[in-house]
């Protein structure tokens, strides 16, 4: 299986400020990752696939670079609605597999 | 507007079994590839079960294969999961998904809509 890691597991950060992510995959994936934000009660949503490609209706501050096993993402001028947990995932091979997650916090 | 509504879930006790479903308005399920995903309390997100558009490949994860079977009707337009031998590990919000842009193992778009999620609790 290949096996994500996501760090950090949590921050804290400041609206306006820049946010970024990382996801290392065990074995390349090529560009098969995607990113994906959770709220509470609602329905996951997917941000940005295939490394870099912005979901539609997804705010450009938003941002995915990288491939083969190092992925980030980048999340300028942090707005309060981005306070959330993040979930970076692998699409190249089954069994499809998340990173653990990262929450991001008000600082 | 894609629109995953999940039902199904509740309070069972180890041992037994539930059946999960998803249906889906605003677009059919046929042809696509449809996938269930979980997320355990305090835990992360975690893929179960994938099922093609055409029925023809079907994926399980090691820890629910044997147990879990996933299933369409793409006349009722909706996607199952017959949840057997339940634990308490089992206890989670299950998501059904649908995943865009698939191959035979892959997907460039990875899980574009999903669901709300139905809890499942399992608990003597």
């Known amino acids: 299986d290949i096996q994500m890691t996501q760090s950090p597991s949590s921050l804290s950060a400041s609206i306006g400020d820049r946010v970024t992510i990382t996801c290392r995959a065990s074995q390349s994936i090529t560009s098969y990752l995607n990113w994906y934000q959770l709220k509470p009660g609602k329905a996951p949503k997917l941000l940005i696939y295939a490394s870099f490609t912005l979901q539609s209706g997804v705010p450009s501050r938003f941002s995915g670079s990288g491939s083969g096993t190092d992925f980030t993402l980048t999340i300028n001028n942090l707005q309060p609605d981005d306070f959330s947990t993040y979930y970076c995932q692998q699409s190249y091979n089954f069994p499809w597999t998340f990173g653990q997650g990262t929450k991001v916090e008000i600082k | 507007q894609v629109q995953l509504v999940e039902s199904g879930g509740g309070l069972v006790k180890p041992g037994e079994s539930l059946r999960l479903s998803c249906a889906a308005s605003?677009?059919?399920?046929?042809?696509?590839?449809m996938n269930w995903i979980r997320q355990a309390p305090g835990k992360g997100l975690e893929w179960l079960s994938y099922?093609?558009?055409?029925?023809?490949?079907?994926m399980y994860a090691e820890s629910v294969r044997g147990r879990f079977t996933i299933s369409r009707d793409n006349a009722k337009n909706s996607l199952f999961l017959e949840l057997n031998s339940l634990r308490a590990e089992d206890t989670a919000v299950y998501y059904c998904?649908?995943?865009?842009?698939?191959?035979?193992?892959?997907?460039?778009?990875?899980?574009?809509?999903w669901g709300q999620g139905i809890l499942v609790t399992v608990s003597s």
């Open positions: 605003g677009s059919t399920l046929s042809g696509f590839h």
């Open positions: 099922i093609s558009g055409t029925r023809d490949y079907i």
């Open positions: 998904a649908r995943a865009v842009g698939c191959s035979a193992t892959s997907c460039s778009k990875g899980f574009v809509y």
